[in-house]
């Protein structure tokens, strides 16, 4: 049973922070309107961050502001499959293939390096490794089961990781303006180069619909890399029996199967061409929700606790993808 399929049921558990990260999603979409340059995410991620530094929101918003933050998001990712073709988006997964598994290749090749050359601990450096090069935060939680990883260095990892999340967002739209990069190529450099789905979504959202699209489409195709790393994680430190082809297949989450199907059904000409902006419109504001979410959840007292030593491993790592994402795409001629 899927989180959706619970939510009659959790839903005055979560209303609290729900409400609020909507009240702030409402608010960052007035930004958004004046300033359309930073769109509605990044307003909504600073806003609710802010709020969790000055106040820190009590433990009765958090089942709210975890299910906005995850749920949420994913609802608008399903959302902008409505808008895509299934052979749209299979030509942009295959396309990007070569800039997607180059970038991955060579961040879990830099994890190794900086994090011996740092002395950071091999489990914690395998976590930000593979969630900085594939899916942040569920990567993370798909192999650290796999590793036998300790609850600390997978606290560690994630707030880690959430840190340069909200750094891509922030500064990703600014680089690709910068280069002039069109919305076919910051796609798929958002889609390559940031850590978690949000983040991509936010980061491609504030460039632009088209972005959008592309960033999804890569991002996804790049999360069904939680498979065959964990499985090579597995054989590596010898704990085959942690992934079974059963939990395997479990690690595709619902809403690429979604993403998926709502792509297909926008084929088949089910989905009228007038409902496309609406929907383009409700995935964003969902965005803008779940980013708002998000930085109400910062937790500065565990990025304190993490260190200098794994906040610099994800520095030096956000910055090789970033630079490796833009080199790969100059190098086949997509940028």
């Not at 802010?50 to 998001?73: D, F």
């Not at 632009?208 to 054989?235: D, N, Q």
């Not at 304190?304 to 956000?318: F, Q, S």
Request: hydrophobic share 60%; aromatic share 4%; net charge positive.
């Amino acid at each position: 049973m899927t989180v959706l399929h619970r939510a009659p049921a959790i839903a005055p558990a979560i209303a609290p922070g729900l409400a609020l990260a909507l009240a702030i999603a409402a608010v960052a979409t007035v930004v958004g309107q004046h300033v359309p340059l930073v769109g509605s995410a990044v307003p909504g991620a600073v806003i609710g961050a802010a709020i969790a530094v000055t106040v820190k929101p009590g433990a009765r918003l958090a089942p709210g502001l975890k299910w906005a933050s995850s749920t949420v998001l994913q609802c608008s990712v399903v959302l902008l499959g409505a808008q895509l073709s299934i052979a749209e988006a299979a030509r942009v997964g295959v396309s990007s293939l070569p800039v997607m598994l180059g970038t991955l290749a060579i961040c879990l090749g830099a994890a190794w390096l900086y994090g011996r050359l740092l002395g950071v601990p091999r489990d914690l450096r395998t976590l930000i490794g593979v969630g900085t090069g594939i899916c942040g935060g569920s990567a993370i939680a798909a192999a650290a089961p796999v590793i036998e990883a300790a609850s600390t260095d997978v606290a560690y990892a994630i707030s880690t990781i959430f840190l340069f999340n909200i750094a891509a967002v922030l500064a990703f739209p600014l680089v690709g303006h910068a280069l002039g990069m069109s919305q076919q190529s910051f796609g798929l450099f958002a889609g390559t180069a940031v850590n978690d789905t949000s983040s991509v979504v936010a980061t491609a959202t504030t460039y632009g619909a088209v972005a959008t699209s592309h960033a999804v489409v890569v991002k996804l195709v790049r999360t069904l890399m939680i498979i065959p790393i964990c499985l090579g994680l597995a054989a590596l430190t010898g704990r085959e029996t942690r992934l079974s082809p059963a939990r395997g297949v479990k690690l595709v989450p619902w809403f690429l199967i979604g993403f998926v199907v709502m792509a297909t059904v926008n084929s088949a000409g089910a989905i009228p061409a007038a409902a496309h902006a609406p929907l383009q419109h409700v995935s964003v504001f969902l965005v803008a929700v779940a980013l708002s979410a998000i930085g109400l959840s910062t937790n500065v007292a565990a990025l304190r606790k993490a260190g200098a030593k794994p906040l610099l491993l994800g520095a030096l790592l956000w910055v090789t993808v970033a630079a490796a994402s833009l080199g790969l795409q100059a190098l086949t001629g997509t940028l």
